[in-house]
C-alpha cells in the first residue's frame, strides 16, 4: 500500500518560517513530480510549488521567493521550507505525488497539515 505521510505544519507569527515534510512509502517503482498545494477555508485547492524528477521547481506567484521546495529522492521525500509567513498563508497543506507503482502511475496525496499564522 502507498501513501504519503506528511510532518510539520502548526502555528507561527507573521514574519516567522515553518517546514512541512512529506515522505512517500510503500511499493513505488519510481517518484515522478512531487508538490504541495493547499487549501484555505472556504477556497478551492491551490497548487503553490513543483519539483520534477531532477532539480526544476516551480512556484506559484503568491509564494514566490519566501517557499522553497526540495526533494531527497534517497529517501523518497519532498520537503517545503516557508518563510515570511503571512496571515494569507493560513491553510490546510497537501503533498502530492505523481508515483510509478506496479500498477501504472497514480496521483496520491497526503492527509493535510494545518498551517496556522498570526498577526
Known amino acids: 500500500q502507498v501513501q504519503l505521510v506528511e510532518y510539520g505544519g502548526g502555528l507561527v507569527q507573521a514574519g516567522g518560517s515553518l517546514r512541512l515534510s512529506c515522505v512517500a512509502s510503500?511499493?513505488?517503482?519510481?517518484?515522478?513530480?512531487m508538490g504541495w498545494y493547499r487549501q484555505a477555508p472556504g477556497k478551492q485547492r491551490e497548487w503553490i510549488a513543483g519539483v520534477a524528477t531532477g532539480t526544476s521547481t516551480n512556484y506559484a506567484d503568491s509564494v514566490k521567493g519566501r517557499f522553497t521546495i526540495s526533494r531527497d529522492n534517497a529517501k523518497n521525500t519532498v520537503s517545503l521550507q516557508m518563510n515570511s509567513l503571512k496571515p494569507e498563508d493560513t491553510a490546510v497543506y497537501y503533498c502530492?505525488?505523481?508515483?510509478?507503482?506496479?500498477?501504472?502511475?497514480?496521483?496520491?496525496w497526503g492527509q493535510g497539515t494545518q498551517v496556522t499564522v498570526s498577526s
Open positions: 510503500g511499493s513505488i517503482v519510481s517518484i515522478n513530480t
Open positions: 502530492n505525488a505523481n508515483l510509478q507503482v506496479l500498477g501504472g502511475t497514480l496521483n496520491y
